[in-house]
DNA sequence: CTCAGCTATACGCTCCAGTCATGGATGTGG
DNA sequence: CCACATCCATGACTGGAGCGTATAGCTGAG
């Protein structure tokens, strides 16, 4: 015999309504139901709980201290039920290094007019994956191909491949560069964010030499002028820094940006910010 | 649909053991049994909880939290059931204002030796139906009959009646006196405690005159030699006073002391009390 | 004493939780 | 590449728990 909540419910009734019959009334069910349910549940707990006369019905000592634990048995279970249903009222955008740029503005006033009631939250995470993997994010923006196979991904637009430099460089005063032009230059890769752009690069333009930096502060390196670097256009527009200047790269492949989810267990907004997303991508 | 315990030790034991196979083994029931509980609760909260592949089952975000809630639940009901056990291992026993008297020590000796697992606890109340009716002790002292057709009580034993005079009272210097004696007196009672002994004096010999008090302090006037009073032997010895003696009174009806508990609801070890008090009183 | 109102219980029924068996999915090792 | 092992989901079936109806039993009130 074990302790149930539609018993724990019962006993509450009771005490709350006065009466057995009362009780009955406010859960909806028949007398000798909620009768039933006392009994079984004195019985699970070999303790008389409830003094019944054919006037009132009060507890026992033994029966007030267990009406105290039911209540909050009771109460539990209704912060539980309510945090499971509070999955839908927020939606959490995981980002690694670039968010969405230009588009983050546009996109958080576009949803809360669309989603009133679905927070738009932008949190940072180590990487697309193990955001989603750490219960951190419910939807991530990733650049690249998402090769695991718990995940799934849509592309949701295009960004432009900017070159970073130093602002005294002599590409800093071209409108735009090309890929040949960095020739003999030296790539500068953040081994710490994960993030590497070379295999971005077109092969036969790739620089002979690449100098890998475990820096803090990617930006840091590039105004000295030693390293060039590769980015998606987003990460230019969200950390613009003086002595560094972002040039497009005009026959660099567009970078894809992607957001990516659990495959099987989509956060219930997903689609509709995919939608969004990619609509302002098109420039709609 | 309702959310069941059931379901919830369904899922706190998947997610301890890893697989749904290995929490029916832990449960005692099927893997069917598993499946179908937690789909059930998946379904009550309109949510998926689990990612199951057929390697490992992993939490969803809403899982992990849920599943911190469930933990919660669990323990509550766990503390609920062992609160229900735990009036099994205690006794209160409620006295108003003299406990045993001079048996006292010898009661919590031999119930300590005998019941090491009832734990024995004297708590003062403001009468013995009151401490009842409020659950503030399981068993009370009481020394009148009971009638409250609530509370059922016994006869655990006879005490003899002292009067209490002033120390320079000419009675003091007696061993003993009788009712007789006290004609002429006034006789104090304490309406505080709702405690009076006249009825208990024979009727053709009762004061002429009583005077009613409603002081704190019973002694305090009983010092001043303005009245005498009557209590029962436990009183006395619970309460020693200088400038006041306690002396038998040898024609004065013993009174019966009793032990009060609720009719339909006696503490399991209510008996054995009743009868180590009837077998202290008895002299054994 | 009768009556009104309450709880406990007997009886029949329903429906759900469980078991068994099987299917589908996925990772593994030959 | 395929057979296999392992795991979860599901269809069919069954026993029992729990429900409602009706009624008995109890207890104050009038």
Not at 58 to 76: I, M, N, S
Not at 106 to 114: I, K
Not at 124 to 144: F, I, K, M, Y
Not at 216 to 235: F, K, N, P, S, Y
């Amino acid at each position: 015999m074990d302790v149930e909540l539609r018993q724990l419910r019962c006993l509450v009734a009771i005490v709350d309504e006065g009466t057995f019959t009362d009780a009955a009334i406010a859960l909806g069910v028949s007398q000798a139901a909620v009768s039933r349910s006392l009994a079984s549940l004195e019985r699970a707990l070999g303790v008389r709980l409830l003094r019944r006369t054919s006037r009132e019905v009060t507890p026992t000592g033994t029966g007030l201290r267990v009406l105290a634990h039911a209540r909050r048995v009771l109460g539990e279970v209704d912060d539980l039920v309510r945090e499971a249903a509070s999955g839908h009222d927020r939606l959490r955008m995981g980002y690694a290094w670039a968010a969405l740029g230009r588009h983050t503005p546009a996109f958080q006033r576009r949803w809360a007019a669309a989603h009133p009631a679905t927070d738009l939250q932008l949190v940072r995470v180590n990487s697309a994956t193990a955001g989603l993997a750490e219960a951190a994010s419910d939807l991530s923006v990733v650049r690249r191909p998402v090769d695991d196979r718990r995940f799934d991904s849509a592309i949701v637009g295009l960004e432009r491949r900017l070159c970073a430099v130093a602002a005294d460089d002599p590409l800093a005063r071209r409108r735009a560069v090309r890929l040949a032009d960095l020739s003999g230059r030296t790539l500068l890769v953040d081994r710490r964010t994960g993030t590497t752009t070379t295999e971005l690069w077109p092969p036969d333009s790739r620089p002979a030499t690449e100098e890998i930096h475990d820096v803090d502060d990617w930006l840091t390196v590039i105004a000295t002028g030693r390293c060039v670097g590769m980015t998606a256009e987003a990460t230019a527009h969200q950390y613009p820094r003086p002595g560094v200047v972002y040039r497009p790269v005009r026959d660099a492949e567009p970078v894809a940006v992607r957001l990516a989810w659990w495959r099987d267990d989509p956060h219930p907004a997903a689609q509709a910010a995919i939608e969004l997303l990619t609509a302002l991508y098109r420039g709609d």
